[in-house]
């Protein structure tokens, strides 16, 4: 099981930090990923991490001001958001992936239920 939190409203160029709480599973065995989607959109990656933490994958859209981080002690992975535009209002899902980090949906077991950030100018 996934719970996100930390979602809400914020200026442009502000920041949010969301969270991802898993239990249930073996956290530290799966790659994390993060997601994004609007209304009548495909869901839409947005960074990963691998199961160690070392290494991240971003898309174009959000490298330099996104970070993904996971605590494995916590079981826990985070989505550090800054310099947020308009454009990245959408409902946030993280997610778990048994053979480690991708930018597939599919290759994605676990699901979030998604938390919502809204992002005016």
């Known amino acids: 099981q996934l719970q996100a939190s930390g979602g809400g409203l914020v200026q442009a160029g502000g920041s949010l930090r969301l969270s991802c709480a898993a239990s249930?599973?073996?956290?530290?065995?799966?790659?994390m990923g993060w997601f994004r989607q609007t209304p009548g959109k495909e869901r839409e990656f947005v960074g990963a991490?691998?199961?160690?933490?070392?290494?991240?994958l971003y898309a174009d859209s959000v490298k330099g001001r996104f970070t993904v981080s996971r605590d494995n002690a916590k079981n826990t992975v985070y989505l550090q958001m800054n310099s947020l535009k308009p454009e990245d209002t959408a409902v946030y899902y993280c997610?778990?992936?048994?053979?480690?980090?991708?930018?597939?949906?599919?290759?994605?077991?676990?699901w979030g239920q998604g938390t919502l950030v809204t992002v005016s100018s």
């Open positions: 997610a778990a992936a048994p053979r480690g980090w991708s930018k597939f949906p599919d290759e994605y077991d676990y």
């Open positions: 991490v691998s199961l160690s933490g070392r290494s991240t």
């Open positions: 249930g599973f073996t956290f530290s065995a799966y790659g």
